[in-house]
């Protein structure tokens, strides 16, 4: 496939590779090439190890995407991928986002209970498919399930159209997933978004990122 | 030890009979005991099968408690509780009560973000020593963990009383938990709270109450 890749941080530096792995096209899109690779340090690491990945502005990574992911950061990805809901038209767009700002000392989270940022974005791109997945693990579990248990834990998938589920759960599967569990419509992103709060206080209580967690039943 | 166990709703059926079995004197405390054996027939029911039992007013079954349950329905309980808090004065309140107002048929959690039942607790009783616990599983796993995968799943409590944890966490022993995570502090209510949208949207999923969640690390 052809996957854009929103967003330069740490969600990118775990799926770039990943993909790139397992011979899809990635481009990477960011606000301003540019600035990114003179000012992103770790980013400009990333793309001499990986002369394969392009770097373009979002508005030219998204043509010809076949599967967009948005890990740009929370407070601003709604914004960000607004503008390029007609050139999202028909596209699945995979949402790993978090609503934390995290310039917030005590992080709260916003949206929350009676929204998520899985259930704005679909709002934002009412044309596109939306599925939310990933973001209940740091981003390098999330495309290193293995490392975590023998990969016994579950990765969840909220959105509203099957087909969209189905090709984003074989993608996951093929990242080494085991447990794709389909939680129902992008409205259940909220139940995976409200676990983040969960998430930072198990991380300090088994003090490592690298845990996840499994649905026994 | 002497438990007090208030409200007589699924979790008291639940948790009754397991306490006793384990040779706990058990008080169930409620509103207006005549009221309860008069209307409620599934107690009345659970008492007739368990008459070492008694059924007290909220008032009347604290006092010589050593541990106290808080298994009052979420949007009712602290202001139940309230008036007991001279009562309470050093006594471990285990709280597995829920944010939920059932009544909406949209259920949404008040508080969340940045309250928690359980912090509420805390400061309706400041002489005592709140831990929240069980709240991320149905009334029947709470007692009965090895009917989900083999009991290989978490429960989680949060408190800010390291000695009240540490009873609470070898009660949680002796009813079968293996996995017994310390969140932290009562704060960490938020946490498990908030995955109560989690738990809905996860047991629609899977279809049964019946499942468990594991912190794989």
Redesign the interface.
Known sequence: MRIALLGTGAVCHALAPELLSLDHDVVVGTRSPRTTLEANKAYARLASRYPALELRTFADAVPGADLVVNAIDGPSCVAALTPLAPALVGRVVVDVSSPFDWSVPDA??DP???DSLGERLQRALPRSKVVKTLNTLSAQAMTAPAL??DG??TVFVSGDDASAKAVVSELLTSLGWKDV????GIR?A???E??L??W???S???G?H????????
Chains 1, 2 share one sequence.
């Open positions: 709260v989270l929350v209970n009676t975590i248990g016994d834990h569990l389909d939680l129902g259940s909220r139940a995976t409200m676990m709060r969960m930072i206080d198990t300090a209580a088994v490592t690298m845990f996840g967690f499994k649905i026994v039943r």
